[in-house]
Every structure is written in C-alpha cells, then in structure tokens.
C-alpha cells in the first residue's frame, strides 16, 4: 500500500528565504506525482504535476523535482513571499490507482 | 475554461439526518469526478470515484453514498449522519486517469455534525 510522507509538518520562514519542502513515498511504479496548495478553507489548487518519466518541473518561483529511485519529491520555493503562507500537499498516483495525498506541510513566510 | 462548484458551502446538522452534498462540473465532456474527506488534522481520504454516468466506486466503505445523474454531476448523501461525519469534502476532477491528468478541486463543504 502507497504511503506519502512529508517534512517538516509546519515551517516558518522570514520573507526572502529559499526553502525546500520534502515528500517521501513508499512505492516507486507511480504514474506522477502532483504538489497542491491549499488556503484555510478552502480547495485545493494544483501548482505543480511531475510525470515519472520526468525529473522535474518549474513553474515561477516554484520548482520540483522527482526521483522515484529513492521515494522523493522536493518543492523548492524561492524568494519566499507572505502570499506563499499556506498548506502544500504532494499526492503520488500508483499505476492503476488514485491519488495518494501526504499530510502537508504548512508554511508561514513572516514579512 | 473549466469550473467546479459545490454547494452548500457550510452545513451544520444534527447526528442522524440526512446529508445532501453537489458538485458540478462546467466547461468540460465526460470527466472523472471525486468525493474527498479532509478532517481535522487528518490529510485527504478519499471516498468516491466515478468515471462515467452511474458509474461509482467507493475506496471506504461507511454511511455515505454517492450518485451520478448526469454527466457533470457528483451528489454525495448520507441517510442517517454521524459525528465522526464532521469534516471538509471537497469535490475534484480530472479529464482522466493518464500520467499527465491533473486533479482540479472545487472550493469544498465544511460539514458540522452535532
């Protein structure tokens, strides 16, 4: 069974900050790897989807890579804003499956 | 372009009534349709899946059901709610279930059981 991880569970940065979020996941036959936002109550919004033939995506200040070797996703946000304060979710999709969502990390960018 | 709308945007009932909850889609043929629960400090699990009409599956069994009567429809009901029913579900889409699909979600219902 696919089990998606994610560290830190919460990080604070100051504004302008370089920072890296992590997602693990247990079983490497994906068919791809998505990372969402999510605002307090509300949706989710899709920033980012990596294929599994891919090894990264970059959209912005946002980029992730994928190494399905290992079990691991990053989401690299530069020159963090206060608007980036919110949840991040990576959700991996096995072969023949639905999406697997991790937990999130919450992330608060202090002006 | 494509949007999802669900309704009611909150709920409050009490434990044992009935649970009604839509989504639709708009700007978009045939697509994959989902059911998520989010609870408290839990992530997404999801509940329901359809790809096509009256087409359902169910990755949980509990006492909620869902119906597709149309093409851009997903209904989400409960017969008799209970407290551990609380939560946030959003309802989300994708134009299939390929490598390169994405899942686009709706803005959610923040159901309260008491």
């Known amino acids: 069974k696919q089990e998606v991880t994610q560290i830190p569970a919460a990080l604070s940065v100051p504004e302008g900050e370089n920072l890296v979020l992590n997602c693990s996941f247990t079983?490497?036959?994906?068919?791809?790897l998505q990372w969402f936002r999510q605002d307090p109550g509300k949706g989710l919004t899709s920033l980012l989807l990596i294929q599994s033939s891919q090894r990264e995506q970059t959209s912005g200040r946002l980029n992730a890579s994928l190494d399905k070797s290992s079990g691991r996703s990053t989401l690299y946000i530069a020159a963090s804003q206060p608007g980036d304060s919110a949840t991040y979710l990576c959700a991996v999709r096995p072969r023949g499956q639905n999406f697997v969502f991790g937990p999130g990390t919450r992330l608060s960018v202090l002006p | 372009s494509q949007t999802i709308h669900q309704w009611p945007a909150t709920l409050v009932q009490p434990v044992g009534s009935p649970l009604s909850l839509e989504c639709t889609v708009e700007g978009t043929s045939n697509p994959n349709l989902y059911w998520y629960r989010q609870a408290a400090g839990r992530g997404l699990q999801l509940l329901f899946y359809s790809v096509g009409i009256g087409q359902i599956s169910s990755e949980v069994p509990q006492n909620l059901s869902a119906s597709r009567p149309q093409d851009r429809q997903f209904i989400l009901s409960s017969k008799k709610l209970l407290l551990s029913d609380s939560g946030f579900y959003l309802c989300?889409?994708?134009?299939?279930?390929?490598?390169?699909?994405?899942?686009?979600f709706g803005p959610g219902t923040r159901l309260t059981v008491l």
């Open positions: 989300a889409w994708s134009r299939g279930q390929g490598a390169s699909d994405t899942q686009y």
């Open positions: 079983d490497s036959a994906i068919y791809n």
